[in-house]
């Protein structure tokens, strides 16, 4: 399905100058045995299909693309098309990288797991996944997120996984990581990090991008089927970026599909109080990979914001900062308010509460709707559903 | 031979070891940081690693956490690490080395980075997050004059150690444990007999080893089987509480007992 042309990252795990392996030297032997075991297993007959079965079984995949109609005669342009990972069980794409590198872990021998979460999505899908396998949970989550995502937190709780507070830094996704990254240094004969998105140290980045690469290769099958060509538009947001990665690394060898990653704005562009790192950050080394990153003048990180948890981080996946100096995605950014609007824009034309981080991208389509026309067809990823969400939007409204 | 290689030849061959201590630089204050350095030499230590600052330090436990974002708090970044350079160097010509995070000195530009370490005197750099895997294209072959020091770890094999000793100047690093920076209660065996095997499969370098290290006890037991010891948290914490005097008393303490 996925033409041979883009050949990335290279063998050290690097795509152009970013990527890489900046990690202390006791990860080092357990990332090239989880790579190792990676590549064997990835073509292995028993692996996929006790991945796809899990999917079918539990995921509830294949996910329906459904037309937008309502939304479609908003606009009175373009065909707008929602890829539902919303309906994943979880209620958001995090589960397909989980159940992938769940597997990963069993057949690597091991029993405890640990994670990082900034919205709880990631956290939820990992606990999830380790009460159906029986595996030992352990999720890292800021202070701050802890008091915004509630709902979630008990969520973890209810399925026998220990949450631990993160008191460092600001107290957000990327000191949970942070944290998750030390614990792993420390407890790494027995335990896999299940990273949340396209970030940190190779093979990281390559693998989550295999595992969400589902969204895309469902997708690019399903707008075949019903239309008989392929789409001029995918739209996504973009925190990590994992699952924008997912939606257009099936087509990144497609240049006729233009490929848009929405980053969040926050209060603004001119403010400190945004996490729109493509679009304002500069080359870094951050959590193990090179790559665009938002950090003051000595190159400390910066504490960045945004409404949604899941986009509040200040770096981004490496290849989406390579797809973005290769000019094969283009991103651009949103901000809360205009998120909020997206949110209610949704869920009264469709019937569907998107989650804030996936309003970000559907609130593209005001900038994006204007210049197309009705033969055109555009794609957003529904990435997650918004009940996790209802107190912030709530307090916003 | 570099100043870092002559003082632990020079202690060995006097029959002790060698002791290097680990300060977050301006921490726990930016104004008296120069004479805190002075003293701890004073004290006993070998070497001093000077800690720069980083907002998301992954290989440290709570107590240098802590430590480094009060210094950044109080306005410590890397110009001012090389101001208290400059001072410290004014009263002091010991081996110093820099120890910090890739971020800051990226950001800061690699070759004014050198060269100012250059100007200064810095003895050499420990930069953890850069494994032999990042090594060569992070410095671009553009290292002169200063000791580049690499780490090896328990899950480190054999063949990798071999590589990262080539590769290390001044002395290798060997973190004692699985895990990061901070006070551990007990030596154990396991890890006693590993650095043991990295001494042995690195006959021509100096091994110190870091990482838990807190007492003369440990510094003991650990320095029996390497060149020396580094400690880190366990004079940090002391520092964190103004403990000043106890601070020298305890780097004086485990010299001594290095060189018993």
């Given at each position: 399905?996925?033409k ?25 032997t ?21 991945l ?98 509630k709902p ?19 107290r ?53 089927e ?32 233009t ?51 899941g ?10 900062s ?7 995605v ?6 809360d ?61 | 031979m ?13 029959g ?87 971020n ?14 250059n ?32 780490l ?68 003991k037991?650990?320095?029996s ?36």
């Open positions: 399905m996925i041979s042309s883009y050949q990335q990252p290279d063998s050290k795990g690097k795509f152009g100058r970013f990527g890489g392996k900046f990690v202390p030297e006791t990860l080092i357990p990332l090239k045995q989880l790579e190792e075991a990676y590549l064997r297993l990835k073509n292995d007959k028993d692996f996929i299909e006790e796809e079965s899990l999917h079918k079984e539990f995921t509830g995949r294949p996910t329906p693309l459904t037309f937008a109609e309502r939304l479609t005669k908003h606009y009175g342009k373009a065909k707008i098309y929602l890829k539902r990972e919303d309906l994943c069980h979880t209620g958001a794409h995090k589960i397909n990288n989980v159940l992938g590198q769940i597997l990963l872990a069993k057949y690597l021998g091991k029993r405890r797991i640990i994670a990082e979460t900034g919205a709880g999505q990631h956290g939820v899908a990992t606990a999830t996944a380790c009460a159906k396998f029986g595996l030992h949970c352990v999720v890292y989550m800021g202070e701050t997120d802890i008091e915004r995502q979630n937190v008990f969520r973890m709780k209810l399925m026998g996984a220990e949450v631990i507070p993160v008191k460092s830094g600001s957000t996704l990327k000191d949970a990581t942070n944290e998750a990254i030390r614990d792993w240094v420390t407890n790494v004969e027995d335990t896999h990090y299940i990273i949340g998105s396209v970030v940190g140290p190779h093979p990281y980045p390559m693998i989550v991008r295999d595992f969400q690469s589902i969204i895309g290769i469902e997708t690019r099958q399903q707008i075949l019903r239309e008989n060509r392929l789409p001029d538009y995918l739209l996504a947001c973009v925190g990590g970026g994992s699952n924008a990665i997912g939606m257009f690394f099936p087509f990144i060898n497609d240049p006729q599909v490929k848009i990653g929405i980053e969040a704005a926050g209060k603004g562009l001119d403010t400190d109080e945004h996490c729109a790192t493509l679009t304002k950050g500069r080359d870094g080394i951050f959590q193990g990979m090179k790559t665009y990153l938002l950090q003051d003048d000595f190159g400390q990180v910066r504490e960045v914001y945004s409404i949604s948890a986009l509040d981080y200040p770096g981004v996946g490496p290849e989406h390579f797809l973005k100096d290769e000019n094969l283009e991103y651009f950014s949103i901000n308010k205009e998120a909020i609007e997206a949110v209610k824009l949704l869920s009264q034309t469709e019937g569907i509460i998107p989650a804030l981080e996936t309003a970000h991208a559907i609130a593209y389509l005001n900038y994006l709707l204007p210049k197309t026309s009705a033969d055109e067809i555009v794609i957003i990823n529904l990435s997650g559903r918004g009940d996790k969400d209802l107190n912030t939007i709530m307090e916003f409204l | 570099s100043r870092i290689e002559l003082t632990i030849q020079n202690e060995i061959s006097n002790r070891k060698v002791l290097s201590v680990f300060l977050t630089a301006g921490f726990p204050s930016v104004e008296s940081f120069s004479d805190l350095v002075l003293n701890v030499f004073e004290a006993g230590a070998d070497l001093i690693e000077l800690g720069i600052p980083f907002s998301d330090p992954i290989a440290d436990g709570p107590v240098i956490q802590h430590s480094s974002q009060r210094a950044i708090e109080n306005g410590v970044n890397l110009e001012k690490v090389f101001l208290k350079l400059n001072e410290i160097r004014k009263n002091s010509d010991k081996p110093i080395i820099l120890m910090g995070y890739a800051p000195i990226l950001n800061y530009g690699l070759n004014s980075f050198l060269s100012t370490c100007e200064l005197k810095v003895d050499g750099l420990i930069i953890p997050d850069i494994p032999l895997e990042e090594f060569d294209s992070f410095f671009d072959s553009s290292v002169k004059n200063i000791d580049t020091i690499m090896v770890s328990p899950t480190s094999d054999d063949n990798r150690i071999k590589m990262i000793g080539e590769k290390s100047k001044g002395f290798v690093y060997c973190v004692s444990v699985k895990g990061i920076t901070g006070e551990r209660n007990s030596v154990s065996e396991e890890s006693l007999n590993y650095i043991g095997k990295v001494k042995s499969l690195l006959p021509d370098k100096s091994i110190l080893v870091g990482f838990g290290i807190s007492n003369p006890q440990s510094a037991s650990f320095s089987v390497s060149d020396g010891v580094i400690v880190g948290s366990a004079v940090i914490k002391l520092l964190s509480e103004k403990k000043y005097k106890e601070t020298f008393e305890l780097i004086s303490s485990i010299k001594r007992e290095l060189s018993l």
